[in-house]
Nanobody
Framework: QVQLVESGGGLVQPGGSLRLSCTVS????????MGWYRQAPGKQRELVAI???????KYADFAKGRFTISRDNAKNTVYLQLPSLKPEDTAVYYC????????WGQGTQVTVSS
C-alpha cells in the first residue's frame, strides 16, 4: 500500500516560516519524482514544486525564489521550506508521487493570518 503522510502545517503570522514534511511508504522512494501542490478555498489545486529522483527541481512562478523543495532518500521524506509567508499562501498543501498512476497525501493546512 502506497502512503504519503504530510506534516508541519499550522497557523503563522505574515512573515513567519514553516517546513512541511511528507513521509512515504510502499514505493522505492528514491526512484520517483515527488511534488508539492496546494489548494486554496474555492480554487483549483496548483503545482508548487517538483523534485526528480536525481534531485533536479522545478518551481511554479509564484514559488520561484521563495520556496525550497528537497528530499532525504534515507528517510523516505520530501520537504517544502516556506519562508516569509504571506496571507495568499494560505492553502492545504499536498504531497504527490508520480509512481504508477500517481498518489496523493491527505494534505496539511497552512494558514497565514494576523
Amino acid at each position: 500500500q502506497v502512503q504519503l503522510v504530510e506534516s508541519g502545517g499550522g497557523l503563522v503570522q505574515p512573515g513567519g516560516s514553516l517546513r512541511l514534511s511528507c513521509t512515504v511508504s510502499g514505493i522505492i522512494f528514491s526512484a520517483f519524482t515527488m511534488g508539492w501542490y496546494r489548494q486554496a478555498p474555492g480554487k483549483q489545486r496548483e503545482l508548487v514544486a517538483i523534485i526528480t529522483s536525481g534531485g533536479n527541481t522545478k518551481y511554479a512562478d509564484f514559488a520561484k525564489g521563495r520556496f525550497t523543495i528537497s528530499r532525504d532518500n534515507a528517510k523516505n521524506t520530501v520537504y517544502l521550506q516556506l519562508p516569509s509567508l504571506k496571507p495568499e499562501d494560505t492553502a492545504v498543501y499536498y504531497c504527490y508521487t508520480d509512481r504508477g498512476i500517481g498518489y496523493w497525501g491527505q494534505g496539511t493546512q497552512v494558514t497565514v493570518s494576523s
